[in-house]
Structure formats: structure tokens, C-alpha cells
């Protein structure tokens, strides 16, 4: 059973116990953090009830970029990578969007989301051809939030239910 | 004097006597080669008619399914399940034009069912297979024509997709709607012979020719 409590991380390896239904990929300007807050205030309730793992929240050392992707691939389901026209020209959207590919499974498993906020900021070359959930398009914001939790709550197969081709 | 020794019906009479019936007289082989002449005239006609038929074969077939069909069929009900009425298949700077005319129209008034992107796309979903499932099971495809979507590299692959649709059930399964005209600009091929396949509809920009515009819309949507 999931619990509201931040979870931190002490030393290098990850204590976290949870599965968090997405890790939370955005820039570091003021504008993006207040975006980040609001959708994580309204996903993180009732009736939706995600649990987002938010960096600037949950990581200690947000330099040490090991435990970032182990928490990514293991302790994360998706990766929600909320895009501006900063974050565009930061290092650590490729980097997380390289993380959390997983090329053999993308089709099925949906794991990458991007979020837009910015009008014309592209995503990266390896997600642009991804469906993204676009927050400037004021005719369809009653539509983009039920959308993302649809694509948020879909269910992940495990890796033992993969079948690995063998040569 | 000569006695006839068999057989035993003209023993011990004399050859004088000997008085043989007509059909000892006849022989055999002749008769045998009419009856096989007349036997193998009839095994060559059968063969004959066999080999005809043999050659024709598809022929009869055929013409046996003319006079079969000449019954109407009955329509099947269709096997597949469409989720959505139509899919409307538009450039983003049009969604104001789809959502202001088209979807106040076609979802409140005909109560039919949209696929608009921005409202029906899963995120995180591969953009061409978003649009191929979601063509898939819709009942008709609305293509909305304007200088954006000639230009825009998706909405080519969506008129694409529409035109595989033509191509497996149909010329009524899409219907073009032309919000600007782009008959006389460069356009690519499909959209080209897209043109050639369907008639379509223009939009008039009065509010005189909107009843016009909505009545032929609805018909070519049964």
C-alpha cells in the first residue's frame, strides 16, 4: 500500500520501497517547478491517487546520476518528462529520456510520456515520434488531463512475462 | 454316303440332311466387330463430352452462379465493432474550426461519436499507431483539406492510411471535407488522387450554405 510520506534516499544505494507510477523529468526554472507542483498537487489526490516520484522532492544527491537511473528503471514505471523550451537545451532530458528507453518493449508498454508546455519546444529526436500530452492548446485542456491519467494507469508487464527471442 | 458325327443333335444323319440354322452361318468376329464399333462410337462420345466438360469446367461454374445470383444478397451485418463514427483526420491549426463547427454539429445535435487527436490519442503512444488503430475502427474517415494539411508530414500519413481504407472497402468510406481550396496549388500524390477518387465538400464561409454544407455531410456519414 502506497503512503503519501516522501520517501528519501540515503547513500548510494536506493531504500526506496514503493513502485511509483512515474518519475517526474523537468527543468529547473521557476516556471517548470510550479507546473511540476500543480500537476503533482492534482495527480497525487483523489480521485486519481498517482505516485509521482518528484526529484527536487525525493533525491538527496541530484548530481549522481547512477541512482537516478536506478530509479528509473527499477523503481519507477514510467518516465513523465514535462517539456519546456528550457529543459529542451538541458543535458538531463536526453539523459533521462536514454534511461528510461527501453527499446524492445516501447510499443507495449508506453513507458516514456512527454508533457509539453511550451508552444514549438521540440521533445528529443528519440521521442518524436511519441504522442505527447500538449498543455498549450487551451481549446483541449479539459481533454489532456483525463488523457495522461489513461496513459498513466496503464499496466506494465513484468520483465519475466517478456518472451527474449534466442538465436 | 457321309454320317454326321456332332454335334449330337445331327448324329448319324446325313451331310444331305444338314440343315444349320442362320446364326451358325454368320460369324462370329462380325458380329463381335459391329457390337465393338457400335461400343466404341459410344465410349468416344462419352469421352467427348467428358473432355468438354473437363475444358469448360469454370465456365459452367460460372455461368451456374449467374443464374444463382441473379437473387439480391442481403447486406451482412458488419463483423467488426466501430468505437468511433468517424475519424477526423485535420492539421492542429484547424482544431478550432473542427471543434467550433464540426463536433457542436456531428456529437451534440447527431449524437455520433468523434476520434479528434488531441482528445482520443493515448500520450506516450506511437503517433502512426495512434492513427492506424484508430482509422481502424472507425466507421468513416473525414478528411479536412487545407493549405496546412497538404504541407504537414502526419496528416499526409493519415490521408495515406484513408486511402489504404479506399483502396479495402471502398470510395464511401472517406469523405474529404475542403475548408480552403488547394485544388490549383503542387500537392503530393495521394492527396492528388484522393481528389480524382472522392468528390468532396466545400465549406462556405456565408452562413447562407451551411445547411447545404451539413446535409451533404450527414449523407455521405450514413
Known sequence: ?167 | MYVCLSPDKWKTKTVAKFEPEKYECQSAVGSLVVIGIGLGCLAGVFLLIAFIVYKGRYHIKHRMLLVRSLQPYDRLPDGEDFVYDAFVAHHVDNRLWVINHLLPFLEQQRKLRLCIHERDFLPGNFIADNIVKNIKVSRKVILLFSVDFVNSEWCLFEATTAYNRIIAEGASSVVIIMLEDIRHRPVDNTIRNLLLAITYIEWENDRNGRPEFFRKLLDALQ
Open chain 1, 1 to 167: 500500500m502506497p503512503d503519501n510520506k516522501i520517501t528519501k534516499e540515503y547513500g548510494k544505494r536506493c531504500e526506496v520501497k514503493h513502485n511509483y507510477d512515474a518519475y517526474v523529468s523537468h527543468g529547473s526554472s521557476d516556471r517548470d517547478r510550479q507546473f511540476v507542483r500543480m500537476l503533482a498537487n492534482i495527480l497525487e489526490q483523489e480521485p486519481f491517487n498517482f505516485h509521482l516520484f518528484l526529484p527536487d522532492e525525493n533525491l538527496i544527491d541530484k548530481d549522481n546520476n547512477s541512482i537516478i537511473s536506478e530509479t528509473i528503471k527499477h523503481k519507477c514505471n514510467r518516465l513523465l518528462l514535462v517539456m519546456s523550451k528550457d529543459y529542451a537545451v538541458d543535458k538531463m532530458s536526453d539523459f533521462t529520456v536514454n534511461v528510461a528507453l527501453d527499446i524492445p518493449n516501447c510499443r507495449r508498454d508506453r513507458k516514456i510520456i512527454p508533457v509539453i508546455i511550451d508552444r514549438q519546444c521540440g521533445l528529443p529526436v528519440m521521442i518524436n515520434h511519441l504522442t505527447s500530452a500538449d498543455f498549450t492548446i487551451p481549446e483541449a485542456l479539459t481533454w489532456v488531463l483525463p488523457r495522461l491519467c489513461a496513459a498513466l494507469r496503464a499496466p506494465i508487464s513484468k520483465p519475466s512475462q517478456i518472451k527474449r527471442r534466442t538465436t
